[in-house]
């Protein structure tokens, strides 16, 4: 299942397929986003290329975009080391979202039509069926997620907050599926936050649906700290 807030893919040229650096981009993304490829892990081109069965050339042009995205940094002489997250990212990653989300869901209450408001209401239904029968493991939990608020950042009308917000998932992703359990655990505690933002949209408070997303959030961040500094960080983690 993909994450939220990936870079848009292109095609090459006139066939309408995706270019074969795109497609490492996303393969490689995907994996640093999830943890398949942990973070400080160095990353060998050639290497990289052999295993994909390619030139260097797409790998080289696939890791300046993730380089781009702030997933990867070059170590001279040696090729390039996924970035580390700490604590720090933690607070800055949920600090942003706090605010920028909760003025979005705001946003979403004044200007998203009825009719755009209900499709909201199903898809949290529809990902929280989804859930309950065990059809979804974490990661499809996070995806569920993610598509909920980056759907409300998209109803603010505001196209450059819901650009804002789409990278914040993504790198929140990242920093949340450190342990993926965490997410099944709190599965029933964020279904009733959202079934609680949704009705706030729909009843038109923009206030209460400011409100009900920035404590969702702020909830959500210290879960994450808590995983952090109380399972042990390991040393992919840099505790400040």
Known sequence: MSSTGGRNVRNNGTSGRISLSDQLYHTIREKIITWQIPPNEIIVEAR?????????????EALALLSQDGLVEVIPRVGYRVCPVSVQDVHEVFELRIFLEGEAAALAA???TEQELLMLRDLDRAGAESLREGKSDP????YFHDTFHLQIAKLSGNSRLAGFIAKLLRDGTRLRM???LMSKRGLAEEQEDSVRIV???ISRDAKRAR????EHIAESKERVLM???HQGAGPEVQVD
């Not at 990289?48 to 080289?60: F, G």
């Not at 990661?139 to 996070?142: S, V």
């Not at 409100?211 to 920035?214: A, D, S, W």
């Open 139 to 142: 990661e499809d939990y996070l």
């Open 48 to 60: 990289l290329a052999e295993e994909n069965h390619v030139s260097k050339t797409p790998v080289r």
């Open 227 to 229: 995983q952090i500094m």
């Open 211 to 214: 409100q009900l997303m920035q």
């Open 178 to 180: 450190r342990d993926p």
């Open 110 to 112: 004044q200007r998203a």
């Open 199 to 201: 009705e706030a949209l």
